[in-house]
T-cell receptor, first 113, second 110 residues
């Protein structure tokens, strides 16, 4: 069964450092999503891609976060510089098209010290 | 636009039933239900679309009341494997983003 792949699974960094997360969606899925999930809360959308184009990045803190999906397949989410409040689970999801069922990857758990 | 889920937590014995509710202040096009176990990714359960019928999956089913902007998830004859946090994600259009509730923590005891 096809799955969304993410790496790394865990990341510990110090504040002010740069971190990057990678996501490989299910093959053939045109839509890719990055979510942040704080402990005890539901996922919150950071950015949404349709192929290589950004559809919604209204909740992405653009002063420190960036995301790209250059060839419309895999994607990278970067934080620079990391802050203590960025500690969370970062989830990637993909769907065949916009508005369809989203399938989540295992996530990257980030701890900023 | 975050939906409100209730209850926040449920504790059950194996074989008992539970209902989890999801309510939005905005008009809804779709409701997506997920279950997440501790430290793992959310797993898709079902999607309900505006104008669609009630969905069912084994002993887990859901309804969608468009007029009340509410959805309910029904778990019957619960099993130990049902334990986890249940999230509803609501969408306002065919292309729109999903807003997730804070989750309902379900614990099933033997």
């Amino acid at each position: 069964e096809a799955e969304v792949a993410q790496s790394p699974r865990y990341k510990i960094t110090e504040k002010s450092q740069a971190v990057a997360f990678w996501c490989d969606p299910i093959s053939g899925h045109a839509t890719l999503y990055w979510y942040r999930q704080i402990l005890g809360q539901g996922p919150e959308l950071l950015v949404q891609f349709q192929d290589e184009s950004v559809v919604d990045d209204s909740q992405l803190p653009k002063d420190r976060f960036s995301a790209e999906r250059l060839k419309g397949v895999d994607s990278t989410l970067k934080i620079q510089p990391a802050e203590l409040g960025d500690s969370a689970m970062y989830l990637c999801a993909s769907s065949l098209e916009l508005g369809e069922t989203q399938y989540f990857g295992p996530g990257t758990r980030l701890l900023v010290l | 636009q975050q939906p409100v889920q209730s209850p926040q937590a449920v504790i059950l014995r194996e074989g008992e039933d539970a209902v989890i509710n999801c309510s939005s202040s905005k008009a809804l096009y779709s409701v997506h239900w997920y279950r997440q176990k501790h430290g793992e990714a959310p797993v898709f359960l079902m999607i309900l679309l505006k104008g669609g019928e009630q969905k069912g999956h084994e002993k887990i089913s859901a309804s969608f009341n468009e007029k009340k902007q509410q959805s309910s998830l029904y778990l019957t004859a619960s099993q130990l494997s049902y334990s986890g946090t249940y999230f509803c994600g609501t969408g306002g259009s065919t292309l729109g983003r999903l807003y997730f509730g804070r989750g309902t923590q379900l614990t099933v005891w033997p």
